[in-house]
T-cell receptor, first 114, second 116 residues
Framework: KNQVEQSPQSLIILEGKNCTLQ??????????LRWYKQDTGRGPVSLTI?????NTKSNGRYTATLDADTKQSSLHITASQLSDSASYIC?????????????FGPGTRLSVLP | KAGVTQTPRYLIKTRGQQVTLSCSPI?????VSWYQQTPGQGLQFLFE???????NKGNFPGRFSGRQFSNSRSEMNVSTLELGDSALYLC???????????????FGPGTRLTVL
């Protein structure tokens, strides 16, 4: 069964610190992996999209890595800010072209404290 | 460029009623997808429309339906509402290359539906 797991479930850090969120997947066939940031009560915002051949992609202070061999991805946030407080969702596309092929992770809830 | 807009933002209904939600995609985007998000199940794909045609559908009962108009605006309808339909309903539009799985999806703010 296609599945995406994320850890930790929630995380609290102090402003200015770095953190890393994990995503493990068992999805086949693999097309791409995305990380989204979702503020409370808002729609998700795309941070990165990585295909099989990409192992690192950055978007400002956000850096995603992908290890297709171990089927793991991480999202590293550098010098965290209060505005980084949100849920971060990992999504893997299981082949195909359309939305029914998206496998969503449960998300990691990040809280950044002053 | 204006983002994806959804109306209404909040809605309260009672069991057995029906509801219609609206989504206007980013100008030029022809693919519109709908998702349901609940604390227990997370994000789940409902269906996707492209050029007024439903291309794909997730595993939801027939009470959930949708349509797309010639200007790419989309509506989704839920009939005979159940308590479990309470959720955040998100709409997303995509333009590259008209296939959501390979391009960036832009989400709207969602419609929060509460069923009493």
């Amino acid at each position: 069964k296609n599945q995406v797991e994320q850890s930790p479930q929630s995380l609290i850090i102090l402003e200015g610190k770095n953190c890393t969120l994990q995503c493990n997947y068992t999805v086949s066939p693999f097309s791409n992996l995305r990380w989204y940031k979702q503020d409370t009560g808002r729609g998700p915002v795309s941070l990165t999209i990585m295909t099989f051949s990409e192992n690192t992609k950055s978007n400002g202070r956000y850096t995603a890595t992908l290890d297709a061999d171990t089927k793991q991805s991480s999202l590293h946030i550098t010098a965290s800010q209060l505005s980084d407080s949100a849920s971060y969702i990992c999504v893997v596309t299981a082949g195909g072209l359309y939305g029914q092929n998206f496998v969503f992770g449960p998300g990691t809830r990040l809280s950044v404290l002053p | 460029k204006a983002g994806v807009t959804q109306t209404p933002r909040y809605l309260i209904k009672t069991r057995g009623q029906q509801v219609t939600l609206s989504c206007s995609p980013i100008s030029g985007h022809r693919s519109v997808s709908w998702y349901q998000q609940t604390p227990g199940q997370g994000l789940q794909f409902l269906f996707e429309y492209f050029s007024e045609t439903q291309r794909n559908k997730g595993n939801f009962p027939g009470r959930f339906s949708g349509r797309q108009f010639s200007n790419s605006r989309s509506e989704m309808n839920v009939s005979t509402l159940e308590l479990g339909d309470s959720a955040l309903y998100l709409c997303a539009s995509s333009s590259f290359p008209e296939t959501p799985a390979y391009g960036t999806q832009y989400f709207g703010p969602g419609t929060r539906l509460t069923v009493l």
